[in-house]
């Protein structure tokens, strides 16, 4: 009975909201609401064609087939002085009451925040689509142009009006287009006899060819084409409006071709009280000359002077940098025609070395020669040296409070050849709940670290080969070396890495990165802290030995195994066939499994490999949301020192692997791909897609792969539907608290709209999972073994709001188990779907 009151109060709520927010609720009785537009071209209905952006009104926003927008602007109040004015006299004796517990002022800000509040829904929301015969006709002429722009000249729009509902109405565009005009023989007046010649050598890539559409924006882009064509082939005050097309239409509109005539005029210069017209003429480089200023003065006097090649080096005082690490920057090219081009690259290479202010790049007629010109280029230095601080919060599963402080010390240009050294320095304190010692400080966690990075502008070979140099666009050579040290934190791992890394790119879309050497080792230092740190197995381990009533003196009086002592003895006991415990029992299995995976997770790893990555990405720039990514990555790891250990007399350890200083060196290869595709579907509306996948094989030294290099499933950027290191492996429901593999699959697709101003919202779909393969591994459940597999795949769905802040959005994403492979298959599909069992994720950005 009570839950039959409570459906009907709710309903009536709804119902009442519904009314109070009526989308006609500010409209004036004669005007109408448009809440529908509908486009025909040629009696085809038009579902994702640009020409619907064109109209001059369009009916307001809709989420679910809810005007929501419009809505929360409908709450907003008109007069808002006089309908608090109104409540504050409503009752006799509020004033009175007020005043008893406000001052004057407060209850005036009450007021104020009544406005603002009033003002951020206005703001929020959108204001009603009046339907407006104005706007319909210029909705119609936009069409009409738009499809003449496109060559079908003889256009026409029909406009219908339906009324759906009182004071709601749909409008219908039919446009009939007919037959495009096409461009028919194309002719050029080109008044230089140097602009003719350039047009001519690269005829073949003009945008306007005979037989084409005619279409308006193709000329734009001949135009734009043109112009980039003479400024990159010597002629550097080449001007736009030097360009015309004519075209001559039949005024008739019966013949559908068009001749179209080029024209280049001369550069008009003014003189006096005359416009002169003057050819343009090729001009080239005659001499560069290159202006160190002295940062600590406002005019510089350049007292040294040094010719490096074609360049002229000028100084304030003794130059401090190599020349030939200036020339590398230097695409302006002596004896060759101006190039708009080579400006453009010298001046973003100065620009990106941090070694420089923005530079500042001139070319000046050579008063000697008109056809030659010289180039000055402006170099201002930023200071040798410069720190920085940040301070960082932090909360993670394994601390519930950290806070980190780190610094970085940067110094330009240390061996005069346009280097940087930085070094990096980061100190973390932090308070953790899972420690054995319950009696420690608060802060009883600690993490040291730094690194030590010098970037080098270009590539530095061990052998000397400019023909392969002079390949590589914004070459860059980094050489790393860090390390960092914990204390009370998981097993008080120490690490070590050290790296040469080759990156540069072609053509803006395509970077490459080579990591000649790659090394990483990690020592961990409190193995004995193992099963303190890996609760899961402790408990899974300790519940097995008081089900056999193990008892020792290394349990305690709650019959509990004692860490490391108890913990140790057991797992030992048990493989020795010491216990109750028999090879064929499945506790006996179980104890195997956690001594393996101990085992592993406490070896110290040592990864000396070679690494290769490729990325294409054709994004324009941040707001471009029509683009694509592809990311490849090879890693080979192991091969150069097991080949090396090979050769020595020493010998294998009784697993038979080879060791380096007491570690057993990782072997492996490891492939991954990502994909991304994000398409534009309308006004603030993204489809964003993600395919990923990678393999890690260990072979030779190696049966399995470093928990630094396996992967991971779930997570704010993964299967949202599942915690970080909670999916997988396969079909198993692993009680591990971190679950990894060296196989992995996943998609991603999501679909992003606007709620209202900042406010984003997103509905996605993730699937994927993590297996091993070619392992040691041989649990069938946790291993891919064929195609059948991919029915393992999990499913996650959810939706998501995120809040744009311009310099980061913040993201809360809720997730829930769609297909969950881990649970007998009548139950895999979404019986895992509730409230209570929702999956919430917080993440700065988006997820791809």
């Not at 930023?382 to 940067?410: A, K, M, T, V, W």
């Not at 010692?437 to 080098?456: A, C, M, T």
Request: proline share 3%; net charge positive; charged share 25%.
């Amino acid at each position: 009975m009570i839950r039959k009151h409570t459906k009907i109060i709710i309903l009536g709520l709804l119902t009442l909201c519904f009314y109070k927010c009526s989308s006609t609720k500010n409209i004036a009785p004669s005007q109408n609401l448009l809440v529908q537009e509908d486009f025909f071209k040629n009696g085809v209905s038009l579902k994702q064609d640009l020409a619907k952006q064109l109209s001059v009104s369009k009916p307001n926003k809709t989420l679910f087939g809810i005007p929501l927008k419009l809505h929360i602007y409908n709450l907003a109040e008109k007069n808002p002085d006089s309908v608090f004015d109104d409540w504050l006299n409503k009752k006799n004796k509020r004033i009175e009451r007020l005043s008893k517990t406000y001052s004057e002022k407060q209850i005036n800000q009450l007021r104020k925040y009544k406005n603002n509040f009033n003002s951020w829904l206005k703001k929020s929301g959108e204001q009603p689509s009046i339907f407006s015969e104005n706007n319909l006709i210029n909705t119609s002429k936009r069409l009409e142009q738009y499809y003449k722009n496109k060559g079908f000249f003889n256009t026409s729009t029909k406009v219908s009006i339906d009324s759906l509902k009182p004071q709601k109405i749909k409008v219908n565009y039919e446009i009939t287009t007919g037959e495009p005009f096409i461009i028919d023989q194309k002719t050029k007046t080109i008044y230089s006899s140097d602009l003719d010649s350039i047009y001519q050598q690269n005829i073949k890539n003009s945008f306007i060819q005979e037989g084409a559409v005619f279409e308006v924006e193709n000329f734009d882009k001949e135009r734009d084409r043109l112009v980039k064509l003479f400024r990159n082939n010597g002629i550097q005050n080449f001007q736009q409006k030097s360009i015309q097309f004519k075209a001559y239409l039949d005024s008739l509109g019966k013949d559908l071709k068009i001749p179209i005539e080029v024209i280049i005029k001369n550069e008009a210069k003014r003189e006096q009280n005359r416009i002169l017209e003057v050819p343009y003429v090729i001009q080239k480089v005659k001499k560069i000359n290159i202006y160190i200023e002295n940062l600590n003065k406002n005019f510089s006097n350049y007292t040294d002077t040094l010719q490096y090649k074609s360049l002229t080096l000028y100084s304030d005082g003794k130059l401090n940098y190599k020349p030939k690490s200036l020339a590398s920057g230097i695409f302006i090219k002596e004896a060759f025609p101006y190039s708009d081009q080579d400006r453009s690259d010298t001046y973003r290479y100065f620009s990106e070395l941090q070694i420089f202010k923005y530079p500042s790049i001139n070319f000046e007629t050579d008063k000697q020669d008109s056809l030659n010109l010289v180039s000055s280029i402006y170099l201002t230095p930023r200071e040798p040296f410069s720190i920085g601080f940040d301070l960082d919060l932090s909360h993670s599963n394994i601390q519930f409070f950290g806070i980190s402080l780190g610094s970085s010390i940067i110094s330009r240009n240390i061996f005069k050849g346009t280097e940087i050294l930085e070094l990096g320095l980061k100190g973390t304190s932090g308070a953790s709940k899972d420690l054995a010692e319950k009696d420690d400080s608060f802060f009883n966690i600690f993490e040291i670290g730094g690194d030590l990075k010098l970037r080098i502008p270009r590539m530095v070979f061990p052998f000397n080969n400019a023909s392969i140099k002079n390949y590589f666009e914004k070459p860059k050579t980094n050489i790393i070396i860090g390390s960092s040290f914990q204390k009370n934190i998981g097993l008080d791992k120490q690490n070590f890495v050290g790296a040469l890394e080759y990156q540069w790119s072609k053509k803006e879309i395509y970077k490459f990165n080579l990591k000649l050497f790659d090394l990483e080792f990690v020592n961990n230092k409190a193995i004995s802290n193992y099963f303190n740190v890996y609760r899961n197995s402790y408990d899974r381990l300790n519940s097995i030995a008081q089900s056999i009533r193990y008892n020792s003196e290394f349990v305690n009086e709650n019959d509990d195994l004692i860490i490391p002592e108890g913990t140790s003895e057991f797992i030992n006991q048990v493989l020795l066939e010491k216990t109750s415990l028999k090879p064929g029992n499945e506790s006996y299995k179980d104890v195997r499994v956690i001594q393996e995976r101990e085992k592993r997770l406490t070896s110290n790893n040592f990864i000396l490999g070679t690494s290769f990555s490729f990325n294409k990405n054709n994004q324009e720039n941040i707001f471009d949301e029509n683009f694509s990514q592809f990311q490849f990555k090879i890693v080979s790891s192991g091969n150069l020192l097991t080949n090396l250990l090979n050769l020595t007399t020493k010998e294998k350890n009784e697993d038979g692997k080879l060791e380096f200083l007491d570690v057993i060196p990782s072997q492996f290869i490891k492939t991954e791909f990502n994909y991304i595709k994000h398409w534009s579907v309308g006004d603030e509306q993204v489809i964003a897609m993600r395919m990923f996948s990678g393999i890690a094989i260990p072979y030779g030294n190696s049966d399995n792969i470093p928990f630094t290099r396996s992967y991971f499933g779930g997570g704010a950027n993964d299967n949202r539907a599942w915690k970080a290191y909670k999916l997988g492996p396969g079909i198993g429901e692993n009680p591990n608290e971190f679950n990894e593999s060296n196989f992995k699959i996943a998609f991603n697709l999501e679909y992003r709209y606007s709620i209202f101003g900042p406010l984003k919202g997103a509905f996605f779909i993730d699937a994927g999972n993590i297996w091993n393969v070619f392992d040691d591994i041989t649990n069938p459940q946790q291993r891919f073994d064929g195609f059948n597999d991919l029915s393992e795949i999990a499913i996650g769905t959810g939706f998501g709001l995120r809040y744009d802040f311009n310099y980061f959005v913040f993201r809360l994403d809720s997730a829930f188990k769609t297909y969950d492979p881990s649970q007998i298959k009548a139950d895999r599909w979404g019986k895992q779907i509730s409230l209570k069992r929702t999956v919430f994720n917080i993440g700065i950005n988006y997820p791809f």
